[in-house]
């Protein structure tokens, strides 16, 4: 039965009145955060400027800070100072000071045997270990029939994916070479190579995918941009790419431009057509950042906005600014935790962090109205939904976001520390 126009009204002021709510509920919540930073920083002002004018108060009256033994600061006269200095070495024993005396004895000892030995074995090995002739080296070219699948050599990463060449191998020796693309198989798995000297050794694989497909169709203003999806450069010819159902991250970049929107998060269903468009916006004077690390499988975050593009991916064009600069992988422990820089016009940047691999030390439990969110956690959608009652969480701090359908959260992840919820839950309200 058709909507009368009393009902249709209705409905409508019900809808607008929900989605006022719904904005009002998300500015509330940025002004809050945004209340929450201003007050941790004025407080660690006021924290330093009490430091400095308690340093400057006793400096001016002739006291001199001293370090108590429970590593506290007191503020004393120098007559107290040099007497508590005093008393700390009359107490020191003569029992101790005869052990360490024979410790210095037996490190002298050992090291004046450690230097004789070291001595020998170098005359041993001056006369007896034959000159090493000059290293001579080789290079591996890998292909795949579909670009983009992570490159392994002797089952080890190398952060590199296909097409690329690895170089400087040393003449002489087998290598193992695979490679791995998500959604696919490969054949065949694993091939033996000998490099040779001063030559590049090609080594082409078939990739078979081994999941549902959907197609993506690609709208954009300009040509000639690099392509990203979930993070890796994807090579693409024409304004269709087809790629395996689910969850993806899209991101683009082109020299000289900024993309609008920087990425998008997209949910193909099997055998799905969806178009997606970015509009490039040519900038003048932009600068560019660059991120490395240890591991190619981490997403970079910029002023804590996830930018679609993992490390070791070449430069990200930005705005002249400063920049709050992460990499974050739930696993790893980051070093350093963030970086903070300076973007110059024209200027490029490269920025280095390491990931230390840190068993899970944290739970969280994840609900959300309505249910049945789909999460994401640095970036990486997981394989599970909301409410989910205990989710494992590394160290420190993790970017979060929820997704029903193809409704977004937020704009931004959620930057959240489990160890800081009393309760370890979150509960969103989309």
């Given at each position: 039965?058709?909507?009368?126009?009393?009902?249709?009204?209705?409905?409508?002021?019900?809808?607008?009145?929900?989605?006022?709510?719904?904005?009002?509920?998300?500015?509330?919540?940025?002004?809050?955060?945004?209340?929450?930073?201003?007050?941790?920083?004025?407080?660690?002002?006021?924290?330093?400027?009490?430091?400095?004018?308690?340093?400057?108060?006793?400096?001016?009256?002739?006291?001199?800070?001293?370090?108590?033994?429970?590593?506290?600061?007191?503020?004393?006269?120098?007559?107290?100072?040099?007497?508590?200095?005093?008393?700390?070495?009359?107490?020191?024993?003569?029992?101790?000071?005869?052990?360490?005396?024979?410790?210095?004895?037996?490190?002298?000892?050992?090291?004046?045997?450690?230097?004789?030995?070291?001595?020998?074995?170098?005359?041993?090995?001056?006369?007896?270990?034959?000159?090493?002739?000059?290293?001579?080296?080789?290079?591996?070219?890998?292909?795949?029939?579909?670009?983009?699948?992570?490159?392994?050599?002797?089952?080890?990463?190398?952060?590199?994916?296909?097409?690329?060449?690895?170089?400087?191998?040393?003449?002489?020796?087998?290598?193992?070479?695979?490679?791995?693309?998500?959604?696919?198989?490969?054949?065949?798995?694993?091939?033996?190579?000998?490099?040779?000297?001063?030559?590049?050794?090609?080594?082409?694989?078939?990739?078979?995918?081994?999941?549902?497909f959907a197609t993506l169709e690609l709208q954009s203003n300009v040509t000639?941009?690099?392509?990203?999806v979930d993070g890796v450069p994807f090579q693409h010819d024409g304004n269709?790419?087809?790629?395996?159902?689910?969850?993806?991250?899209?991101?683009?970049?082109?020299?000289?431009?900024?993309?609008?929107?920087?990425?998008?998060?997209?949910?193909?269903?099997?055998?799905?057509?969806?178009?997606?468009?970015?509009?490039?916006?040519?900038?003048?004077?932009?600068?560019?950042?660059?991120?490395?690390?240890?591991?190619?499988?981490?997403?970079?975050?910029?002023?804590?906005?996830?930018?679609?593009?993992?490390?070791?991916?070449?430069?990200?064009?930005?705005?002249?600014?400063?920049?709050?600069?992460?990499?974050?992988?739930?696993?790893?422990?980051?070093?350093?935790?963030?970086?903070?820089?300076?973007?110059?016009?024209?200027?490029?940047?490269?920025?280095?962090?390491?990931?230390?691999?840190?068993?899970?030390?944290?739970?969280?439990?994840?609900l959300s109205n309505p249910p049945g969110a789909s999460i994401s956690i640095?970036?990486?959608?997981?394989?599970?939904?909301?409410?989910?009652?205990?989710?494992?969480?590394?160290?420190?701090?993790?970017?979060?976001?929820?997704?029903?359908?193809?409704?977004?959260?937020?704009?931004?992840?959620?930057?959240?520390?489990?160890?800081?919820?009393?309760?370890?839950?979150?509960?969103?309200?989309?």
């Amino acid at each position: 039965m058709p909507l009368t126009p009393e009902e249709e009204k209705r409905l409508r002021e019900k809808i607008r009145k929900e989605l006022e709510e719904r904005e009002s509920r998300i500015r509330e919540s940025k002004e809050q955060e945004e209340k929450i930073r201003q007050q941790q920083l004025e407080e660690r002002i006021r924290q330093k400027i009490k430091e400095e004018e308690e340093e400057r108060f006793y400096q001016e009256r002739g006291y001199v800070k001293y370090i108590n033994h429970r590593g506290e600061v007191e503020w004393i006269t120098p007559e107290e100072a040099k007497k508590r200095s005093g008393r700390r070495r009359s107490r020191k024993t003569s029992s101790r000071q005869r052990k360490r005396t024979q410790r210095r004895i037996f490190q002298i000892v050992l090291n004046l045997v450690l230097v004789f030995a070291a001595g020998m074995i170098f005359m041993f090995l001056l006369r007896y270990n034959p000159i090493k002739k000059p290293k001579v080296y080789g290079a591996i070219q890998v292909i795949t029939n579909v670009p983009g699948a992570q490159i392994f050599l002797n089952g080890a990463e190398k952060n590199l994916f296909t097409p690329d060449t690895i170089p400087h191998l040393a003449t002489g020796k087998n290598y193992f070479i695979s490679v791995y693309k998500d959604g696919y198989s490969c054949w065949p798995p694993m091939q033996q190579v000998t490099v040779e000297r001063n030559r590049v050794v090609t080594v082409n694989f078939e990739l078979k995918h081994s999941a549902y497909f959907a197609t993506l169709e690609l709208q954009s203003n300009v040509t000639d941009y690099q392509l990203f999806v979930d993070g890796v450069p994807f090579q693409h010819d024409g304004n269709q790419i087809q790629i395996p159902s689910g969850y993806h991250v899209i991101a683009a970049v082109k020299s000289g431009y900024l993309a609008s929107p920087a990425f998008h998060r997209v949910l193909l269903e099997r055998d799905e057509h969806q178009v997606i468009s970015f509009n490039f916006k040519p900038v003048k004077d932009l600068g560019y950042i660059r991120v490395t690390n240890n591991r190619s499988t981490s997403y970079v975050y910029l002023n804590n906005r996830l930018t679609g593009i993992k490390a070791n991916k070449g430069f990200i064009p930005v705005e002249p600014g400063i920049y709050e600069v992460r990499v974050r992988e739930n696993g790893f422990q980051p070093l350093p935790e963030v970086e903070i820089l300076t973007i110059n016009p024209n200027e490029r940047r490269t920025l280095s962090f390491h990931m230390t691999p840190v068993s899970a030390v944290d739970t969280l439990q994840i609900l959300s109205n309505p249910p049945g969110a789909s999460i994401s956690i640095d970036g990486y959608w997981q394989p599970l939904v909301t409410p989910a009652p205990e989710i494992l969480l590394s160290r420190g701090d993790h970017f979060i976001n929820l997704m029903v359908g193809e409704t977004i959260y937020r704009e931004t992840d959620l930057l959240v520390d489990a160890s800081h919820f009393e309760k370890k839950r979150l509960e969103i309200d989309f």
